[in-house]
């Protein structure tokens, strides 16, 4: 389950953080501010967000009530100090589908996560992506053309699905590095660009070895 984390308390983030990915096995998109919450779920895939209340550039009631309104259709956990009766209606009328009062145990938030999975709120991808003559088989991580496949590698695929469901907008290699890797890895902008020559070798198999572009500085892009 890939989840995303709005709280901007470093040490209980941390622990959530923690928690989530060696406990539950999750991944898990950490951010501190309302902005970048929002920006995350708008290039991102989610199955869950955690949205703490009170965070800077734009706290998690008015993001909830900003995505709701432009159709977001995901999970949404609101996490929050306030316990009075009138803060939990405003939570829920904001369109949080969950509520959890700070503090609390980390079990009750994991199995708080594992009811609303089991609500099926996000989208269920499609097994085949397709788009121009290309199709991106999911369950078989390859891409094929006619009668004509190649398969790619887990991180290869991970990074091409990516460019694909985004296509048209230019994914800077930050993007890239927190969505494939995890800001906690190793992993360099050569790493992202050598990826990206392995993926166009095989596209070019395909007769597409000039779908993925190039934005100097930036990153890349799929076009539409």
Not at 9 to 21: A, C, K, N, S
Not at 75 to 96: E, H
Not at 149 to 166: G, K
Request: contains cysteine.
């Amino acid at each position: 389950m890939h989840v995303l984390l709005a709280e901007d308390d470093t040490r209980l983030g941390e622990l959530i953080v923690h928690m989530l990915q060696k406990k539950a096995g999750y991944t898990v998109d950490w951010v501190t501010t309302g902005n970048d919450a929002y920006a995350h779920v708008e290039y991102g895939s989610y199955d869950i967000l955690i949205l703490d209340w009170m965070m800077p550039e734009g706290d998690g009631l008015s993001l909830c009530t900003r995505l709701r309104k432009e159709s977001y259709t995901g999970a949404i956990l609101m996490l929050t100090a306030r316990d009075a009766l009138q803060d939990r209606i405003d939570g829920l009328d904001a369109g949080a589908d969950d509520y959890l009062v700070k503090p609390f145990e980390i079990g009750e938030l994991l199995a708080r996560l594992r009811a609303l999975s089991r609500r099926n709120y996000a989208p269920i991808q499609t097994e085949e992506m397709k788009f121009g003559e290309l199709v991106l088989n999911r369950n078989e991580q390859c891409v094929s053309l006619d009668s004509r496949s190649v398969q790619l590698t887990p991180r290869e695929f991970q990074l091409f699905d990516l460019l694909v469901q985004n296509r048209g907008v230019v994914l800077t290699r930050e993007v890239i590095l927190d969505r494939v890797w995890g800001m906690e890895s190793d992993v360099g902008p050569k790493t992202i660009d050598a990826t990206i020559k392995l993926l166009r070798r095989k596209l070019a198999e395909l007769d597409n070895k000039e779908l993925i572009q190039s934005a100097r500085g930036l990153g890349y892009k799929v076009d539409k």
